[in-house]
């Protein structure tokens, strides 16, 4: 299950369906590949975080709104944005819009995401933002079990097993114990109030669109910041 090609194989295929990274694959994969990539989002998560983290210290020298706004610019280059993107597909999937006008929930949805981020980036300690990925791509998996509908549309929540929750507590709270012991709080809270709230969303909604696993990134790293700052961590 854990063969050294194999993760190699998925670790690739992670890196290019979340980040800005492309590396052609000569070889063929399979479900198995892909399962064993999904261990390596949290890795990924925290390379994403420490490149912010880098540009966040700068804040210290500069205007602290503009360095705000270069770390988000920074965050959605790495990604792609399809994270964002996802956000905005998915609230469109939720009000099903009749025409384009009616597309602008999708829109509205993405600008307080953004305006949420640089707000946060101005306030939240350092370390905060290094494990903002870690905490949204762990609990994509940690999430997976608590969705009882049908999952069959979605990329990774679908080959989620117990072996990826388990990986995904351990890594998520052993690097925020390495940084911090109070950032291990803010990850608690966010599994808590995440599974809560897609618990109580999941008895509504039937079939999971394809684009909900970017929404519940995104939820989650918004979620992550905002209860490490009102903790003052």
């Given at each position: 299950m854990f063969d050294l090609r194999s993760i190699v194989i998925g670790t690739v295929l992670m890196l290019r369906k979340y980040t800005c990274i492309n590396i052609t694959i000569y070889a063929d994969s399979n479900?198995?590949?892909?399962?064993?990539?999904?261990?390596?989002?949290?890795?990924?998560?925290l390379a994403v975080g420490f490149a912010a983290f880098l540009l966040l210290t700068l804040r210290y020298v500069y205007d602290g709104?503009?360095?705000?706004?270069?770390?988000?610019?920074?965050?959605?280059?790495?990604?792609?944005?399809?994270?964002?993107?996802?956000?905005?597909?998915?609230?469109?999937?939720?009000?099903?819009?009749?025409?384009?006008?009616?597309?602008?929930?999708?829109?509205i949805g993405v600008v307080l995401l953004l305006l949420l981020y640089v707000s946060l980036f101005k306030v939240v300690s350092p370390p905060a933002v290094i494990l903002m990925c870690v905490a949204g791509y762990s609990n994509l998996m940690v999430l997976s079990p608590i969705i009882k509908r049908n999952k069959e549309f979605t990329s990774v929540m679908k080959h989620c097993g117990r072996y990826h929750v388990i990986a995904a507590f351990a890594m998520s709270f052993a690097l925020s114990a390495l940084f911090s012991y109070r950032l291990v709080i803010s990850l608690a809270l966010t599994y808590i109030v995440?599974?809560?709230a897609v618990s109580l969303a999941d008895k509504k909604i039937?079939?999971?669109?394809?684009?909900?696993?970017?929404?519940?990134?995104?939820?989650?790293?918004?979620?992550?910041?905002?209860?490490?700052?009102?903790?003052?961590?």
């Open positions: 479900d198995e590949d892909f399962k064993n990539g999904i261990l390596a989002l949290p890795v990924i998560g709104f503009f360095i705000s706004i270069l770390v988000l610019c920074l965050y959605c280059a790495a990604t792609r944005a399809v994270n964002l993107t996802d956000v905005y597909r998915t609230l469109n999937y939720i009000v099903k819009p009749k025409n384009q006008s009616e597309q602008i929930v999708g829109t995440s599974g809560l039937k079939t999971l669109p394809s684009s909900v696993e970017g929404l519940f990134i995104e939820a989650s790293q918004i979620i992550f910041l905002v209860i490490t700052y009102l903790a003052g961590m």
